[in-house]
Nanobody
């Protein structure tokens, strides 16, 4: 199995910045993609940013404000969040799409989430 551990969440004022990190460890043969999702109570989990094959994608609401990056050697993904607004308040989850080193099958894992609160 693969474990994902997120860090970097917290309370920040509007227009502030936070940097989230997610470290993956375990039976990883290769990583196909690493993503950040977010969820607020009563709403579906939303894909925020995706890093795959050197390419990145973002949901429209964060384009120009958030940047996803990946450290391949450490199987770590970061999410730099700038110009935060109260609408960015959510639990942020890391997701990894990978090839299991034991089964050589494609699999996915989720982190436990980290709370981001944007409030004055």
């Amino acid at each position: 199995q693969v474990q994902l551990v997120e860090s970097g969440g917290g309370l920040v004022q509007p227009a502030g910045s936070l940097r989230l990190s997610c470290a993956a460890s375990g039976r990883i043969f290769s990583v196909k993609a690493m993503c950040w999702y977010r969820q607020v109570p009563g709403k579906e989990r939303e894909l925020v940013a995706r890093f795959s094959g050197g390419s990145t994608d973002y949901v429209d609401s964060v384009k120009g404000r958030f940047t996803i990056s990946r450290d391949n050697a450490k199987n770590t993904v970061h999410l730099q969040m700038n110009s935060l607004t109260p609408e960015d308040t959510a639990i942020y989850y890391c997701n990894a799409d990978y090839i299991d080193s034991r089964s050589l099958r494609r699999a996915a894992s989720w982190g436990g989430g980290t709370q981001v609160t944007v409030s004055s």
